[in-house]
């Protein structure tokens, strides 16, 4: 998916009340900064959030933190979310700084949907966000347990997963070679929207920590 760059972002973003452009000042805060108890799941690369917007709404007792590197992308996702009524804020960050923005016990489950697959040299493997570094990573944030819960359309970063979370000691279920045959619940991410319409199966499964 192309983006067109969007210079007017940031400025939006910084104006924005479902946006939190500091996460580093929420660490620790988190429950204060939602004003109750409910658990936190997010979404790294949540792209134009469609899926997390669509989850937030069905779930009113869980808090959503989408966390999406590209400004000219998040921002569709805040604008869409105006006057939605769910518990779910935008932040513009990195993956790789997950830990300065939480603490341990803080969130309780990761989406990761349709990912760079990282694909043409073995070395840019670690780069993959179910690598087993970024593992190590998530786990460090969970408190007793926690779940990531995977989407993809690429088959080989899907093997590749599998095997990360396996030889991490994760527990697997729900794994599903073609999510659309399957028949379960699905909210579909704007990514995987396109796949699907191309007649692609979408990989998904379940890891527990
Ligand atoms: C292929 S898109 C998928 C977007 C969305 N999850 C979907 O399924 O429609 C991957 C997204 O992840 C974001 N992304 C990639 N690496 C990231 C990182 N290290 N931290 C945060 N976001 C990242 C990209 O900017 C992009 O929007």
């Known amino acids: 998916m192309r983006t067109r760059n969007k210079p007017w972002a940031e400025d939006m973003l910084v104006n924005d009340t479902k946006v939190v452009m500091n996460p580093e000042s929420k660490k620790g805060k988190w429950k204060q900064h939602f004003n109750n108890d409910n658990p936190i799941h997010i979404e790294v690369g949540c792209g134009k959030g469609r899926f997390i917007r669509e989850t937030a ?20 996702g805040v604008i869409n979310a105006k006057d939605v009524e769910c518990s779910l804020v935008f932040v513009p960050g990195l993956v790789q700084n997950l830990t300065s923005y939480f603490d341990k016990g803080e ?7 349709f990912c760079d697959p990282w694909e043409n040299r073995k070395k840019w493997h670690k780069r993959r966000l179910t690598h087993h570094n ?3 990573m998530y786990e460090s944030l969970f408190e007793n347990v926690g779940e990531v819960f995977l989407k993809t359309d690429n088959k080989e970063l899907f093997e590749f997963s ?6 991490s000691n994760w527990c697997l279920k729900n794994i599903s070679l073609d999510l659309l045959k399957s028949g379960a619940d699905n909210i579909m991410t704007e990514y995987e929207q396109k796949f699907c319409d191309k007649g692609m199966p979408i990989y998904r499964c379940e890891a527990k920590k």
Do not use: D, G, H, Q
Not at 61 to 70: C, D
Not at 107 to 113: A, K, L, P, T
């Open 162 to 167: 599998l095997n990360e979370f396996l030889n």
């Open 57 to 76: 709404k069905i779930n009113p007792n869980i808090n959503y933190i989408a966390i999406e590197k590209n400004k000219s992308v998040i921002v569709t």
């Open 134 to 136: 970024f593992l190590n």
């Open 107 to 113: 969130i309780n489950r990761i989406y990761i949907n």
